[in-house]
């Protein structure tokens, strides 16, 4: 069954070191999120992507955020001065259709900042 | 701002009992997704609903999205061990999908 993967699983980076966290969505699907999720806490939003564009963002991901699919697999997101409170676990999901539809979760890259 | 009320926070069940947990929203919704979640892990979709009033299964899992459209539950019968988890209601007004808080599932023997 086809699922979607990131690398790495684990990441502990500096304060204010640029961090990319690696996606590989579902491979017939069109749109693409991320998500991130503090310990103990509800999993949010950051962003979604379609058609090499952001269709919508949250208030959390602002100019040190970005998103790319460099190529035809991979989906990226990178934190660009990473911050203590950026500290979570974050998650890659893919769908086939728009939001609405079913979105597929990685496992996802725990980030740590110190 | 739009609120996505999950209920109960927790649940302690023995083993066969039937579980079930809520979620409420304060505007109407398109889609409530239910997922779960184990510790260090991605959630994973359990039950998509698209339509007011549908009662969808899925193996001992039974969801409904509500007729209003602004609330859904989730049923879980005769449970068993591995149903621990973190149960997640998802919904999508418009744009973004949202999660609720979560309800931490325990299942004794």
């Known amino acids: 069954e086809p699922e979607v993967t990131q690398t790495p699983s684990h990441q502990v980076t500096q304060m204010g070191q640029e961090v990319i966290l690696r996606c590989v969505p579902i491979?017939?699907?069109?749109?693409f999120y991320w998500y991130r999720q503090i310990l103990g806490q509800k999993v949010e939003f950051l962003v979604s992507f379609y058609n090499n564009e952001i269709s919508e963002k949250s208030e959390i991901f602002d100019d040190q955020f970005s998103v790319e699919r460099p190529d035809g697999s991979n989906f990226t997101l990178k934190i660009r001065s990473t911050k203590l409170e950026d500290s979570a676990m974050y998650f890659c999901?893919?769908?086939?259709?728009?939001?609405?539809?079913?979105?597929?979760f990685g496992p996802g890259t725990r980030l740590t900042v110190t | 701002g739009q609120q996505l009320n999950q209920s109960p926070q927790s649940m302690f069940i023995q083993e066969g009992e039937d579980v079930s947990m809520n979620c409420t929203s304060s505007s109407i919704f398109n889609t409530w997704l239910w997922y779960k979640q184990d510790p260090g892990e991605g959630p994973v979709l359990l039950i998509a609903l698209y339509k007011a009033g549908e009662l969808t299964s899925n193996g001992r899992l039974t969801a409904q999205f509500g007729i209003t459209r602004k609330d859904s539950f989730l049923n879980i019968s005769a449970s068993i061990p591995s149903d621990v988890g973190i149960y997640f209601c998802?919904?999508?007004?418009?744009?973004?999908?949202?999660f609720g808080a979560g309800t931490q599932v325990v299942v004794t023997p």
């Open positions: 491979s017939n699907h069109l749109y």
């Open positions: 999901a893919s769908s086939h259709g728009p939001p609405a539809y079913e979105q597929y």
């Open positions: 998802a919904g999508r007004p418009l744009g973004k999908l949202q």
